[in-house]
């Protein structure tokens, strides 16, 4: 069987083995193949999969959120439905999180303007002092 170890998946799509290993203990991944000495075997399929997981982590969808789309996926095309209201609510969550960065940058942005014309400011009564 082909496929890739624990250790080069995890490398692949930019987790630890320990985090790898606790997605599939928490049941967000399908059953892994394995190999005739009965060592893990990740397909691409199951990279893609990975790499999924760790977008929606990275966006901040629960695991709980995470292990329901799993299931779902699992239970195949009937939850499609079920599977895009899951996925419509976490798009209002990640819209909402990307609005309150751009009202944090906002102040960023002031503050830096502010230093900026004081640093000017500075530099102007330097030269008229000389």
């Known amino acids: ?26 049941g967000l991944l399908s059953p892994v193949g394995r190999d005739s000495a009965g060592r893990r075997r990740y397909s691409e399929a199951d990279l893609d999969w990975l790499v999924l997981l760790t977008r929606l982590r990275g966006t901040g969808m629960p ?13 195949g095309d009937e939850t499609v439905g079920a599977r895009l209201e899951l996925f419509e609510q976490h798009r209002e969550r990640v819209l909402g999180r990307i609005a309150d960065l751009y009202r944090d940058l906002e102040a960023i ?7 900026r014309e004081a640093e000017a400011g500075q530099e102007r009564e330097a030269v008229i002092a000389r």
Not at 1 to 26: F, I, N
Not at 69 to 74: D, H, I, K, P
């Open 1 to 26: 069987m082909g496929g890739l170890s624990v250790g080069e998946a995890a490398a692949k799509v930019g987790l630890s083995v320990h985090t790898l290993r606790w997605y599939e203990q928490e």
């Open 109 to 115: 942005e002031y503050k830096i303007k502010i230093y």
């Open 63 to 75: 695991v709980r959120d995470m292990r329901r789309y799993a299931e779902l996926s699992r239970q």
